[in-house]
T-cell receptor
Framework: AQSVSQHNHHVILSEAASLELGCNYS??????LFWYVQYPGQHLQLLLK??????LVKGIKGFEAEFIKSKFSFNLRKPSVQWSDTAEYFC????????????????FGKGTHLIIQP | KAGVTQTPRYLIKTRGQQVTLSCSPI?????VSWYQQTPGQGLQFLFE???????NKGNFPGRFSGRQFSNSRSEMNVSTLELGDSALYLC?????????????FGPGTRLLVL
């Protein structure tokens, strides 16, 4: 079974600071990797995803993530955060070879609550 | 394109009752998945439906069930509600045209069991 660990449950940064949120997964096979964001009062939105190819993926709002297979990691980064980045961030994985029908069920980390102070 | 919609947005029920939640996927999406979000357990996968059949199931008791209709709309049912069923229930849809699928989430139904 897959599991996902997000190391930081709460992160507080000042505007313009750099951000890195850790995500590690445990699964021996190939995985699809996702970062979702949940802004206050809004629903889960896809930030970025990795399926294959270039391990450095870029998402919306200036976010990027790097897949390091040897470390089973998919850390999220942003060079300069803004107050509007205050949100809950979730790392998730699933099996790309799932053959049941649609997408395999996602396994989520517990989330990181990010607060950006103006 | 309209996103995933869920109804109702809020529900209050009492222990022992049953509840039905509804989800309409993005147009053209044929797979619907359900998740439970709680402060303690986080986001957990309930089940996935494709072509009106449950294809995948998470680790939840049989009180949690669902179905999918021919238009891909899905319903989730929880019978004999318990206090611990209070949660945000999220629906996600995906195209299911290939093996690399992205799931898009709806706003959720917040269920409070008293």
């Amino acid at each position: 079974a897959q599991s996902v660990s997000q190391h930081n449950h709460h992160v507080i940064l000042s505007e313009a600071a750099s951000l890195e949120l850790g995500c590690n997964y445990s699964y021996g096979g190939t995985v699809n990797l996702f970062w979702y964001v949940q802004y206050p009062g809004q629903h889960l939105q896809l930030l970025l995803k990795y399926f294959s190819g270039d391990p450095l993926v870029k998402g919306i709002k200036g976010f990027e993530a790097e897949f390091i297979k040897s470390k089973f990691s998919f850390n999220l980064r942003k060079p300069s955060v803004q107050w509007s980045d205050t949100a809950e961030y979730f790392c998730a994985v699933n099996d790309p070879m799932y053959s049941g029908g649609g997408a395999d069920g996602l396994t989520f980390g517990k989330g990181t609550h990010l607060i950006i102070q103006p | 394109k309209a996103g995933v919609t869920q109804t109702p947005r809020y529900l209050i029920k009492t222990r022992g009752q049953q509840v039905t939640l509804s989800c309409s996927p993005i147009s053209g999406h044929r797979s619907v998945s359900w998740y439970q979000q709680t402060p303690g357990q986080g986001l957990q996968f309930l089940f996935e439906y494709f072509s009106e059949t449950q294809r995948n199931k998470g680790n939840f008791p049989g009180r949690f069930s669902g179905r999918q209709f021919s238009n891909s709309r899905s319903e989730m049912n929880v019978s004999t509600l318990e206090l611990g069923d209070s949660a945000l229930y999220l629906c996600a849809s995906s195209r299911s045209q290939g093996y690399q699928e992205t799931q898009y989430f709806g706003p959720g139904t917040r269920l409070l069991v008293l």
